[in-house]
């Protein structure tokens, strides 16, 4: 077996089969998985599902049949809708909280639409909803049901762009949303690999077993070892992770229907990878770089904040660039290797990307991951000799 | 083929000349003293041959040519800096250390053991190599070193941390391995080993080679100027050609004139007719000539 395959699985299984790693993997969709059901919990035990009364005073609505539900979902319920003969027995019902409000549909609705609400509390807008659907779909019952479900149900509105085949459904926000989560998992990943790997590269400063090493197999087979094993350690967490966001994302479609529609394809997994790997990348000969020539870890982890903190920037402007996703600050971070990774995919989701601006970023992306493997090859050479004492960047630089 | 041919290699960091035009030269089967101070430039030397630095000028030859991946597997190397993985158990980081050697799983896992267990290090392995005793850890050393037999063993300050049984134990390792016909460079300042083991030395200071030969030349190259006497009777007051004589336990050392040769002294006393026990050129010990060689600062061309 080639001894770069050695290095990587001695890396690899190092950390993989530790207790430490495994209660970090499962801890944070099991922390996810609690919040999300507390949350679920807390909505449904808030919601109040007694019915709403309403009180006929056009005497348009006399046989007025409940209309079958159309939203469906684990979570979706709807309330009843009853009749009342006057406007005391509904007070009556309500002051007995049997029903949560009464509508009173006036004398004049059909010139000019007037209904009035009386409740305790606010009520639910799906409730207004469904009351407006209920007069609907009964002042339409003669219409043929095709013109009836278009008029109920409105226009499916799909932005397309010119130039691409990009669309945007008009009715879900939750593609952005995905992309944050997309981007927070990537972050955790990096710096649990970044981490790994630091920490691989002091210890073998520390201690001491780069000589030993250095006369078994080539530098370069050893760092591309420890550089894939450790990253591989980020990747399976990040794949993991995305399996269980998947597992979450089918309930989450069980849950809420609406979810179906969000405009997510194959363009936007790809963008990610790609900008993604070779974000990790660099990071990871990065910190490589800054575990070699650094001479202890805890020095190497002041450092190596410098590196992974940059990533964050775009959430903390998140408001501009949703505001002016095309705008100059949004377009800077695209071109900016730490702040592209997260940008970039968040920008898809708001605009149409300009083919050349992905082209341009994603280019510089790993030409930055081409360098950072460059110098760190060079600070790792240079470095790892060096016992107890640093190396600077003019020395990583100097031509010898 | 030499196992090892040094050629006049030079190596300079910033301003400080580290190795000056050294050339020296390990034959197959020896045991080979590479000495020097604290400072001379022996471990820059290995590095270099071991093709860890690359020299400024000169070159070197190992194994018959220049350094390669599969040769690396032939050559054993203990550095002066020990160093192992502290956060793994000893058996899981001999193993890895073995197989980095290019041994096969099963034979690395094999002779693991096997040399575990003769350096009493078996019941211990599955500790933390941190939680083990210096010793130990120096024998683990060893093992990495002897693991995977290799050719050429290139050992830095071998005996260092060592108790005198474990001390005996890596000597008779040493020479056993020199018997199977395996080439051994011993980088030591410690003389009396050398004295005991080495076949033939280098002794380098400042940089620069002030020594180097069989130990048994430059032990009689650094003598005659005195002479150890074990008479049967007294010996005359005076005895021409020597200067001074000092008693020493049962005889006499002499100290000779200039140009007094101790062939010269023997044939005196065997004209004056006076019983002689036992008469020896005294030899000076490796630490006498390296003490001499270090602070006088004289190059061998």
């Known amino acids: 077996m080639n001894k770069f395959w050695i290095v990587f699985s001695h890396e690899y299984l190092r950390h993989v089969k530790r207790k430490r790693f495994i209660l970090g993997l499962i801890s944070i969709p099991l922390f996810m998985a609690v919040i999300m059901g507390v949350s679920i919990l807390a ?3 808030s919601e109040d599902n007694r019915p709403v009364g309403f009180i006929d005073q056009s005497g348009l609505f006399k046989d007025a049949q409940p209309q079958p539900a159309k939203r469906s979902g684990l979570f979706v319920t709807h309330v009843k809708i009853v009749p009342f003969a006057n406007e005391t027995e509904a007070r009556n019902a309500l002051d007995d909280g049997e029903i949560q409000a009464f509508y009173i549909i006036q004398p004049d609705y059909y010139a000019t639409g007037n209904v009035k609400m009386i409740a305790q509390d606010s009520v639910d807008s799906d409730i207004h909803r469904d009351f407006s659907e209920y007069l609907l779909a009964h002042l339409l019952k003669n219409e043929n049901p095709t013109i009836r479900t278009r008029i109920l149900e409105g226009p499916e509105l799909v932005l397309r762009t010119f130039d691409s085949d990009q669309q945007f459904n008009s009715r879900n926000p939750f ?50 070892g420890k550089i894939f094993g450790n990253l591989s350690v980020g990747l399976t967490q990040l794949l993991f992770w995305l399996l269980m966001a998947g597992v979450a994302a089918l309930f989450a479609l069980r849950a809420f229907p609406d979810l179906r529609d969000v405009g997510i394809g194959f363009s936007f997994f790809s963008l990610m990878a790609l900008t993604f790997l070779p974000a990790f990348v660099m990071i990871a000969a990065l910190m490589t770089m800054v575990g070699s020539t650094a001479t202890e870890s805890r020095e190497a982890q002041q450092i190596a904040g410098l590196f ?19 705008g100059p600050l949004a377009i800077g971070f695209s071109f900016f290797p730490f702040t592209a990774p997260m940008t970039l995919p968040l920008r898809s989701m708001l605009t149409n990307l300009p083919a050349w601006q992905v082209g341009l970023s994603i280019g510089i992306l790993i030409l930055a991951a081409a360098a950072s493997i460059w110098l760190a090859s060079r600070a790792f050479r240079l470095g790892m000799l060096r016992y107890g004492k640093k190396l600077t960047l003019a020395e990583i630089l100097r031509p010898r | 083929m030499s196992s090892i041919k040094v050629n006049q290699i030079s190596k300079r960091f910033g301003n400080q000349q580290a190795v000056d035009r050294v050339s020296f030269e390990v034959e197959p089967g020896e045991i080979f003293g590479l000495l020097g101070p604290n400072g001379a430039g022996k471990t ?18 190992i194994l018959g040519g220049k350094m390669t991946d599969e040769k690396k597997n032939q050559i054993g190397y203990l550095p002066e800096e020990r160093g192992l993985y502290q956060d793994i158990t000893l058996e899981v980081c001999l193993n890895y250390l073995a197989r980095l050697k290019g041994l096969k799983p099963a034979e690395a896992a094999a002779r693991v053991e096997q040399m575990m267990k003769r350096f009493d290090l ?11 005793s210096k010793g130990m850890q120096q024998k683990a050393q060893l093992i990495i070193t002897l693991v995977h037999d290799p ?15 474990n001390t005996q134990m890596v000597k008779d390792l040493l020479r056993e391995e020199r018997d199977k016909g395996k080439t051994i460079v011993m980088c030591t300042h410690q003389m009396h080993q050398v004295e005991e083991l080495c076949d033939r030395l280098v002794l380098i200071n400042h940089g620069k080679v002030m020594l180097y030969g069989k130990l048994s030349d430059i032990r009689r190259q650094y003598s005659g100027q005195e002479v150890i006497v074990h008479p049967l009777n007294e010996l005359p007051a005076q005895i021409p050609g020597v200067s001074r004589i000092d008693r020493d336990n049962s005889g006499y050392i002499l100290h000779l004139a200039d140009q007094t040769t101790p062939q010269a002294i023997l044939k005196n006393l065997v004209e004056q007719g006076i019983p002689l026990e036992r008469f020896e050129v005294a030899l000076p010990t490796l630490d006498e000539i390296f003490i001499q060689v270090v602070t006088s600062r004289g190059e061998v061309s």
């Open chain 2, 122 to 132: 078996y019941d211990h392995r599955k500790k933390k190599v941190k939680e083990l």
């Open chain 2, 44 to 61: 820059t030397s290995i590095r270099i041959i071991l093709d860890i630095f690359k020299p400024d000028s000169g070159e070197v030859e």
């Open chain 1, 308 to 326: 992974s903190l940059p990533i964050a920037i775009p959430f903390w402007f998140i408001a501009a660039i949703m505001e002016n996703p095309n």
């Open chain 1, 43 to 45: 909505a449904a035990l």
């Open chain 2, 151 to 165: 050719q050429l063993v290139i050992i830095d300050e071998p005996f260092s941390a060592l108790d005198p049984v």
């Open chain 1, 175 to 224: 593609g952005f949303l995905i992309a944050i989560f997309s981007g927070v998992i990537f972050m955790l990943a990096v710096n649990t690999s970044g981490g790994y790997l630091l920490q691989a590269v002091v210890e073998e400063k520390e201690n001491r077993t780069m000589e030993v090493v250095l006369t078994s197999l080539s530098t370069d087979q050893f760092m591309a």
